[in-house]
Structures are given as C-alpha cells and as structure tokens.
C-alpha cells in the first residue's frame, strides 16, 4: 500500500504561483506514475498532469500547458506541480494519485489506484 500527502494548497490571486507537493510512503516509490488530478466544485475530476515512474514521460491537460510543471524526486518519495499564471478556473481540490508502473496512457484517472487526501487552491480574481 501506498500512502500520500499532499501540501501547499491555498488561496492565491490571479497569476500567482503556488506549488503543490506530494509525499509517498509505503512501498517503493520509484515503481510507481504519479498523477495530479483536481476536482471543482460541481465538476468532474479532471487529469490535471502526470509522469511516468522514471520521469521519462509526462502528460498535461491542455487548459494548463504552459502553466503547470509536474516533477517528481525518487530520492525523497515525492511528486511536485508547480503552478504559475493561476486562473480563477484552476480552483479545485487537487489530488496526488500513483499507480504500479503500467501500459495505461497516464491520463485516465481509474488507472490509479492509490490517492491522497486533496488540498484545496482557490485562485480568486
């Protein structure tokens, strides 16, 4: 089992920055995609990005390209999005996802099987 953390959620004005963190325990971490994935209220969840256990790949949603950058650290259990330009649309509750290592296109959220708890962004106007 996998367990995850995210931190760094907040409140933040248009066109700011924030950074969201996620860190894993549990089994070996390297072995695992992780994912970002955000949740608005009243929406469906939504594959914000995501990257392959080796880093060799990756995947973004097309409403954040250019603005969002997933990273992970094998060394320290944990997968980043950094956030710049925030938009008012980018508020949700964003999510860290990880799955084994695996064949599926990293975007499709029921690939995952292991999923934190959120931390909410709210980007206000």
């Known amino acids: 089992q996998v367990q995850l953390v995210e931190s760094g959620g907040g409140l933040v004005q248009a066109g700011g920055s924030l950074r969201l963190s996620c860190a894993a325990s549990?089994?070996?971490?390297?072995?695992?995609?992780m994912g970002w994935f955000r949740q608005a209220s009243g929406k469906e969840r939504e594959t914000v990005a995501a990257?392959?256990?080796?880093?060799?790949?990756?995947y973004y949603a097309d409403s954040v390209k250019g603005r969002f950058t997933i990273s992970r650290d094998n060394a320290k259990n944990s997968v980043y999005l950094q956030m710049n330009s925030l938009r008012p649309e980018d508020t949700a509750v964003y999510y860290c996802?990880?799955?084994?290592?695996?064949?599926?296109?990293?975007?499709?959220?029921?690939?995952?099987?292991?999923w934190g708890q959120g931390t909410q962004v709210t980007v206000s106007s």
């Open positions: 996802a990880g799955r084994y290592y695996g064949a599926y296109d990293l975007r499709f959220s029921n690939t995952y099987d292991h």
């Open positions: 549990g089994r070996p971490f390297i072995n695992y995609d």
């Open positions: 990257i392959k256990w080796s880093g060799s790949s990756t």
